[in-house]
């Protein structure tokens, strides 16, 4: 489909310094694709950022028929611009559509538009260490009816915003709190999806760890309320006496792409890695043992986000003495090295816009 | 707070004859409020009803916090406009608000509006046998930002579908599917909310029982998959060997107003009635034995619906012969004859407009 642009009149101010707040500023363009049911996709198009303008019985509104991804643009030193393993994020866009019973979309043509869409607000990718242009699709469903059933048209829209480093002053490892009575996802549910749904419905788990002074919540599953999950919008890793263990993609969990990188980096580093099912009840005995040596969420915001604390049902583990460990640090370099050009990417993991 | 009325220059036309789609057609006006964080809820108003207009970061779009309500207004044979148990839906509402992390309403407030709002558009609740005006509270987070975390803006809409009757031609009962697969809601889950994304995770079972020749699907717990929990919008009861049972309160099912009207009914009349969990396994056993008597669904949308049909991993229960039991006729015909004041309201659950 060709794709047409309508440039913006007016050009807003970019950010001048790193200190930008997450996912407030929004670039000067858009891409916008619709569907109706006759038609299919079509009428893909660049447009300048604006307002939508919705009936107030759209289905998005009543039925949460939704799904988004999310992934970044960097800046090389020698200016070019990388996005990391894209075509990852249209697969699992279209994975989350059908848990929605929403209409998939041709990965290798959106992934065009989008290269399309950063190649036009390329100036919008910040130079600063540690940001980027953090990249937002969306699809909602806009037919409106209030019947409960799948919405018969959408709308696959695509926002950019310039992001600031995750960790401003060198990475500091976070406390986390094991929710052991709200509950995220379970099996036949929607968990796997990167849907609406599943993260409004950890509001109040959120509030409830920040309050008891962590920053974030670490997931049991659904069933048995025993088995370790994923972070907020983290897979989470452990190294315990030597290896590397990560709950294995149950259904319920979201399969990150920083996840796989990591995996599939461990792997040819011949780092023992096994994705299985881990309890809390393991890992807790795994850190009296003194054997619980490392832990850390991955996920596009932070790559690495250490984890120095853990805190369930009022026992502490604190963990390789609140400091980032060896193999986390390695890991972290490795990855923002190759998203930043500034390593050998040796897997084919960037594309060039 | 003083409420602001904006009348419709152009009145659209109203339906005909009592076919009437349901949640397509809406009336002239709408209601709106919003929130924000320093002014709470604010500017209450009637306008005409249009397309919202939303910057494409809003909240709702990405994690979907949001609630909704159901209730309809109905026209009697003496041409008064009554609504049945509105405060309960209000107290829902603000329940449901709760678990999503919205800031809760002036329950008796946001009631008078919606007076204020079927008073204006009294026409438009239709005469037709079996009609009745839907209405439709919802709440949606409006803050453009994608941090994951509450909103700090909401906006509250009222919206109005006439809507035609639920069962045309005579009372039919309806073939529903065990799902034993996809799962809706889970303890400590969102489940006891009335939230958008409920509602569209359902999709995919309801697809598939569909093309099995049900339907609507009854769900069974996210836990164990044994205990029964309720159908697609409906709560579900059974008459097993003289004795209603229908599932208790667990947390991950609605708490229906039309369930709860049916309960408190029940003991008015002395019928013996039993709150607890049921599994499937127990119904299947009580079939064989002869002593499934009638099972019924109910919601605002049917009041009662009639099961006819249980369709469980291929084992198939036929309940009373396809045909409406003595007891949910009953129950469909005091209600119904409450709601259009045919009946003595003795309960005082009826609100003239
Ligand atoms: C629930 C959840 N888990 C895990 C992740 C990490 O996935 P990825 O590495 O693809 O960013 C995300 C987020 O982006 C998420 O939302
Ligand atoms: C999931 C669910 N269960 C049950 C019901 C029935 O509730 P009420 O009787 O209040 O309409 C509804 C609907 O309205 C619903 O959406």
Do not use: C
């Amino acid at each position: 489909m060709s794709l047409n642009i309508v440039e913006a009149s007016h050009k807003k101010a970019k950010p001048e310094s790193e200190k930008i707040p997450f996912g407030r500023t929004f670039t000067d363009h858009m891409f916008v694709m619709d569907y109706e049911e006759n038609k299919g996709w079509h009428e893909p198009r660049i447009v300048p950022y604006e307002p939508l303008t919705l009936d107030p019985a759209a289905m998005i509104f009543h039925y949460g028929q939704t799904v988004f991804e999310g992934l970044k643009a960097y800046r090389t030193d020698d200016d070019r611009v990388l996005l990391f393993r894209p075509e990852k994020n249209f697969e699992r866009l279209n994975l989350s559509s059908d848990r929605l019973s929403i209409p998939p979309v041709d990965e290798q043509e959106v992934l065009g538009y989008l290269k399309e869409l950063v190649q036009l607000e390329k100036d919008w990718v910040p130079s600063f260490e540690g940001t980027s242009l953090y990249i937002r699709p969306f699809i909602i469903a806009t037919e409106p009816s209030l019947a409960v059933a799948p919405s018969k048209s959408y709308k696959l829209m695509i926002i950019l915003s310039p992001v600031g480093p995750y960790f401003s002053g060198g990475i500091k490892p976070v406390t986390i709190n094991v929710e052991d009575k709200f509950t995220r996802a379970v099996k036949g549910g929607t968990g796997m999806a990167k849907t609406a749904g599943n993260y409004s419905s950890g509001y109040q788990a959120q509030a409830k760890a920040v309050e008891e002074g962590n920053n974030d919540v670490l997931w049991l599953d659904g069933v048995e309320k025993r088995y370790i999950e994923e972070v907020g919008s983290m897979n989470i890793f452990f190294k315990i006496d030597g290896e590397i263990v990560t709950p294995s993609l149950s259904g319920s969990i979201l399969q990150g792409i920083t996840r796989t990188s990591i995996l599939e980096l461990l792997r040819k580093w011949e780092v023992p890695v096994n994705e299985r099912r881990i309890s809390i009840d393991e890992l807790y005995q795994a850190y009296e043992d003194g054997k619980l040596e490392e832990a850390f969420g991955t996920g596009t915001a932070a790559v690495i986000s250490p984890v120095g604390e853990l805190n369930w049902l009022g026992k502490k583990m604190v963990i390789n003495d609140h400091e980032i460990g060896a193999l986390s640090q390695e890991l972290y370099d490795t990855i923002t090295g190759i998203q930043r050009g500034r390593k050998d990417d040796r897997y084919g993991w960037t594309v060039e816009v």
